[in-house]
């Protein structure tokens, strides 16, 4: 079992920045593949980025290639999202997500969700 738990969200002007994290309860931090998600109003929740579990393997979706950077600290149980540039369609509920099998851009693999934070980019 692990337990999710987002920080960092909050209001930004376009072109400023953010950093997420995502706290992780458990002893098996390091095995679990983590992605974050966003959810804007009205839409459906969506894949923002994966790392796997050792850090080495990173993906984006394109929107937020070249502006956010997913990282996490496995000694400190904790994912980030460092958010640069970021611009009012970024405006949305962060989730982070956590994986035991693997890293990848489906909602559906992941086995855990935190609560979520948000984001909004003011223009």
């Known amino acids: 079992q692990v337990q999710l738990v987002e920080s960092g969200g909050g209001l930004v002007q376009a072109g400023g920045s953010l950093r997420l994290s995502c706290a992780a309860s458990g002893r098996t931090f390091s095995m679990y593949g983590m992605g974050w998600f966003r959810q804007a109003p009205g839409k459906e929740r969506e894949f923002v980025a994966t790392?796997?579990?050792?850090?080495?393997?990173?993906y984006y979706t394109d929107s937020v290639k070249g502006r956010f950077t997913i990282s996490r600290d496995n000694a400190k149980n904790t994912m980030y999202l460092q958010m640069k540039s970021l611009k009012p369609e970024d405006t949305a509920v962060y989730y982070c997500?956590?994986?035991?099998?693997?890293?990848?851009?489906?909602?559906?693999?992941?086995?855990?969700w935190g609560q979520g934070t948000q984001v909004t980019v003011s223009s």
């Open positions: 997500a956590a994986d035991l099998m693997s890293w990848g851009t489906s909602m559906s693999q992941y086995d855990y």
């Open positions: 790392i796997s579990g050792s850090g080495s393997n990173t």
